[in-house]
């Protein structure tokens, strides 16, 4: 065993900030209370469910994550968010139409317990969206100056140890970096100044990161990840994560993609295609947010595949990704992927993927799963971009310089050897030479 990182205990009450209680939100916060009182269970979250593989694999010792390392307890998780609508929490949930009304009438009073905080938001940056339960300021820093104030009442209200805040908003309109972005007075500057290239995401991190509180980000927009958040988040010993939830048809892709790769057959072209009917779908059925995210769902093939190495594979490659808004599916989307391969002696083959997936269902845990390990990595004195949480998402946040990982086999390698890490206890090379000798 070598030295463990101390870790501040996980006793004690955390809240849980979200920004937007849309479809995720609502599927992630009543499935904890279901699961509370032992009504569902938590599949999916590998905090709740997973085990780690300790020392040699004759040794025979595989805890439970959750046993292994000081997690926060579920019946510690206190919640509380903002959106531009009023809705309760139960309210919120009946609209996202995906959990039925028999689970969600068990853990009702809950939900209605929540009741949103004015949102900071500009329909500039979510076009197809508006809604009454807006915060009014004199500029940006005064709505960031606001949200603070939110988070230090319900932190006192609820007598909590610790916070968390997600953003689970919708996807905002695509942006680049720019100079306002570049470090953190410029950004304050930009604040006052209530630049345009601060949109409400950067407000809700910004916050976030002055009140000491690790920020994650489930939508593709760039909102943390530009240099000023990240000084922030150094400054004030903070982690990150981020970006864009891995689900669905993404998460297929960065299965299977590995695995092409790993038997060098070629693909020449990938073909994907999805129908949604929520409202994550109405905000994606406007080109300017739909460009954030298909950036996001494309780079991963080129990562994974890499054809800079492999350019006989893969350099041709033809990716297209699109997002079809069909109301009549709700959250139930509905993803196509057409994979034209190359085999031995160039000899095309096909693959078909047809997957009825539910979005939100395979969000939840995630979230879940974010506010523990974030917790986590605050105790433990981790602080700026949490790579070993790449696992989670589409455009893993990296260091400037590095390629992000992709391959989802390598990022549960990475996830996993954090926390053997973190206890002292030797990393999994699988070199396993070992056994032989
Ligand atoms: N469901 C998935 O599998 C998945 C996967 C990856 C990423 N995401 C992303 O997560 C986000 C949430 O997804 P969803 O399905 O819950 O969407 P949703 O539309 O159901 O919920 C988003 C909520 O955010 C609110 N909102 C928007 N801007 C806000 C602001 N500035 N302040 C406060 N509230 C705001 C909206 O009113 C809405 O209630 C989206 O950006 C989506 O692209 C979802």
Request: aromatic share 8%.
């Amino acid at each position: 065993m070598k030295n463990s990182t101390e870790i501040t205990p996980a006793a004690g009450k955390v809240g849980v900030l979200l920004v937007g209680l849309g479809a995720v939100s609502t599927t992630f916060i009543a499935g904890v209370l279901a699961i509370r009182k032992g009504i569902a269970s938590p599949i999916g979250s590998l905090t709740q469910m997973g085990t780690v593989r300790l020392g040699k694999r004759t040794e025979g010792r595989s805890p439970m994550i959750k046993d292994f390392i000081p997690l926060a307890s579920l019946d510690g998780l206190v919640f509380g968010g903002w959106d531009i609508f009023e809705d309760d929490g139960y309210a919120a949930a009946k609209t996202a139409g995906v959990l039925d009304a028999s689970l969600l009438d068990q853990v009702r009073p809950e939900l209605e317990a929540i009741k949103p905080w004015p949102a900071v938001f500009d329909q500039r940056y979510v076009k197809r969206l508006d809604g009454p339960n807006v915060k009014r300021g004199r500029n940006k820093m005064d709505l960031a100056d606001q949200l603070r104030a939110d988070i230090r009442t319900f932190k006192a209200d609820h007598q909590l140890d610790r916070m968390v805040l997600v953003w689970c908003g919708s996807t905002e309109v695509y942006m680049t970096e720019s100079a306002v972005h570049a470090d953190v007075s410029a950004f304050e500057r930009g604040l006052e100044a209530s630049s345009p290239d601060i949109p409400s995401s950067m407000v809700y991190a910004y916050a976030a990161l002055k009140e000491g509180i690790p920020y994650a980000n489930a939508a593709p927009n760039l909102s943390a990840d530009v240099p000023a958040l990240l000084e922030l988040a150094a400054e004030a010993g903070v982690p990150v994560a981020g970006k864009d939830l891995k689900t669905g048809q993404t998460l297929i892709k960065t299965i299977i993609a590995p695995g092409l790769k790993a038997r060098l057959l070629g693909v020449a072209g990938w073909y994907s295609t999805n129908i949604l009917g929520n409202r994550d779908g109405e905000v994606l059925d406007d080109p300017e947010s739909f460009k954030t995210k298909e950036e996001s769902k494309k780079s991963v093939l080129d990562y994974i595949l890499q054809p800079n190495l492999y350019p006989e594979l893969y350099a041709k490659l033809c990716h297209v990704v699109r997002i079809n808004y069909y109301p009549p599916r709700g959250d139930n989307k509905e993803g196509w992927d057409n994979i034209d391969l190359v085999g031995w002696l160039g000899y095309p083959m096909q693959l078909k993927i047809n997957f009825l997936c539910r979005d939100s269902i395979l969000a939840a845990p995630i979230v879940l799963d974010l506010v523990l390990f974030l917790d986590l990595a605050a105790r433990a004195g981790l602080q700026g971009i949490q790579e070993w949480l790449s696992f989670y998402f589409k455009s893993p946040m990296h260091a400037p310089g590095l390629y992000p990982e992709h391959d989802l086999f390598i990022q549960l390698m990475k996830l996993k050897n954090t926390l053997r890490y973190l206890r002292g206890e030797e990393l999994i090379t699988h070199l396993g030479r070992e056994y032989y000798d």
